[in-house]
């Protein structure tokens, strides 16, 4: 059999989604052929498709270099490297298309997605808007639309995304997307007309499952803003039951609950050895204030309050510090404790480098910067001894009430893959509570305990205590962080954190108490 009929063999299979497959007969070939520009194109994407990304673009770099005309093959070049948080160069490769076919909408849209995730809201609108133009569907035109308006709730601009959104529902009554977004900035209280919309679309025909588990969430917490409890669980309990079946079920939640877990385990031994009370690594200048906690403890609040600060800039949630180190210092899912007492007795602060090639993409004009991605608490041994400058905030609530608002919101990144089943949920929030008491342990006064019940019922002295921990003088910007629209949000707490401070939410699991009581006696407590 020659090669074409191979290559034809493998394509069938791509087809098939049999990725593996493709693989294991794409490196047979590779081997005789390896300048093929087809085979390395072919296994660069199943690389992508089973999400083994370094070693997708391995072999799009190399059928790039073969073909460099390819723009297809530059675009999943692209793609792949924005996959592994790797924005720069997804964002070199994707304007270097964009200077021969300067009017491509696909590419448009890409790098407008790059700007999204790095928090550069506008740049992204002005993209989307400039791919329009080009598109010639009208269902790409809508979901065009439809990530601009997403843009402008980021940015708080709500009437602007209102407008869109209420635009694009006259069109297409059926679109669940823009009505699920619309409901996020409406009152209920006031007018309820578009809960019983919701309702409605649920029940579609032919909705896609995801579609369908979002819809549930958004009349859940409906019903919720309308104190109407009993319906309001009543649905979340059926978004949550979606959601979780939706992406694998139990087996595969179990699994990464115990990883998680071996994890912590690894770290603990890890650091419980080391001694950081002389550190003294090379970093940068610029210092990093790290907020962390489970998601929906506060940390939104908490960046916003900081960032509304003169000389603080915001970065948001970014992932690069989880992604670098597990790039450093993780094999197949598991620490690699040798990895790690060699950079601790090297010269170089490689973590720190690392970190700042990826951050100064961002091109921030202030030397003091907020990372709030939730999950750094993972991290915070790593933190102390290669950021030695840095500050580390943890938030932390009331733990019924937390697990209560992770329960009635839709989170669709897989690293809160426990998030969609409260067993799983309350597993996850102990493994936190234990990590969390180890580095209280361990970093005695390196750590800044923030209270969520606290800072709202005494705002003013708490943000006081805050800004002396983060060496920052007293300004009145930070009492009024809801009118700071110079620090876009990007997280489910963007309406609320656009808010003054409330005191409704302390306690507020209570309305739930009937039916979570049994999950809520079986959490442990943070202090």
């Known amino acids: 059999m020659d090669i074409n009929k191979h290559i034809k063999k493998i394509e069938e299979n791509f087809k098939l989604k049999k990725f593996n497959d493709v693989i294991l007969q794409c490196k047979k070939l590779i081997k005789k052929n390896e300048n093929n520009f087809i085979l390395n194109q072919i296994i660069g994407l199943a690389y992508y498709s089973i999400k083994n990304l370094d070693l997708s673009i391995k072999y799009l770099k190399k059928a790039s270099e073969i073909n460099p005309s390819d723009m297809v093959c530059k675009n999943n070049l692209a793609n792949s490297y924005k996959s592994s948080g790797n924005p720069q160069e997804a964002e070199k490769i994707y304007k270097e298309i964009l200077h021969k076919f300067p009017n491509n909408p696909i590419i448009l849209q890409n790098l407008a997605l790059i700007k999204k995730n790095i928090s550069d809201f506008s740049s992204s609108i002005d993209l989307y808007k400039k791919s329009m133009k080009y598109l010639e569907s009208e269902e790409n035109k809508i979901r065009a639309l439809t990530n601009i308006a997403s843009n402008y709730t980021n940015l708080g601009e709500f009437n602007k995304a209102k407008e869109i959104f209420t635009n694009i529902i006259k069109k297409n009554p059926n679109n669940v997307s823009a009505h699920i977004e619309l409901g996020k900035l409406i009152d209920y209280k006031k007018n309820n007309t578009h809960l019983n919309l919701l309702i409605n679309l649920l029940n579609q025909e032919n909705l896609e499952i995801l579609d369908r588990s979002k819809l ?166 790593f933190i102390n001894y290669f950021f030695p400058n840095c500050k580390i905030i943890h938030c932390y609530r009331n733990p019924e009430d937390n697990i209560v608002s992770i329960f009635k919101n839709y989170f669709p990144s897989r690293n809160m893959f426990w998030s969609s089943n409260l067993t799983n949920t309350v597993e996850y929030y102990n493994l936190y509570a234990s990590l969390m008491k180890f580095w209280n342990q361990q970093f005695k006064n390196k750590i800044y305990n923030l209270s969520y019940e606290t800072l709202v019922s005494d705002s003013q002295n708490e943000i006081k205590k805050l800004l002396n921990y983060c060496d920052l003088e007293w300004d009145d910007n930070c009492l009024q962080h809801h009118k700071n629209f110079k620090t876009p949000i990007a997280t489910v707490s963007l309406t609320e954190a656009r808010r003054p401070i409330y005191k409704s939410s302390v306690n507020f699991s209570k309305n739930y108490s009937d039916h979570l009581a049994e999950f809520f006696a079986k959490l442990n407590k943070i202090t």
Do not use: M
């Not at 992406?247 to 050895?273: D, H, S, Y």
């Not at 080391?274 to 940390?299: D, L, Q």
């Open 216 to 381: 549930c969430f958004a009349i859940g917490k409906g019903y919720e803003s309308i104190n109407n409890y009993d319906e309001s669980y009543k649905y979340l309990i059926k978004a949550n039951e979606i959601q979780y079946e939706a992406n694998n079920g139990k087996r595969f939640f179990n699994q990464k609950l115990l990883n998680a877990n071996k994890v912590i385990e690894e770290i603990k031994n890890i650091f419980q050895k080391e001694n950081f009370n002389n550190i003294n690594k090379n970093c940068s200048k610029k210092k990093i204030i790290f907020i962390c906690g489970v998601p929906r403890s506060g940390t939104t609040l908490a960046h916003q309050i900081i960032a509304s600060h003169n000389k603080v800039v915001g970065a948001g949630e970014i992932f690069y510090l989880e992604r670098i180190i597990k790039k450093l210092f993780f094999e197949d899912g598991r620490i690699i404790p040798k990895k790690i007492k060699d950079s601790f007795e090297s010269e170089e602060n490689i973590l720190n480098n690392e970190y700042f090639k990826l951050l100064n993409f961002h091109g921030y004009d202030k030397s003091i910067i907020i990372d709030k991605a939730p999950a750094n608490f993972f991290w915070i041994g």
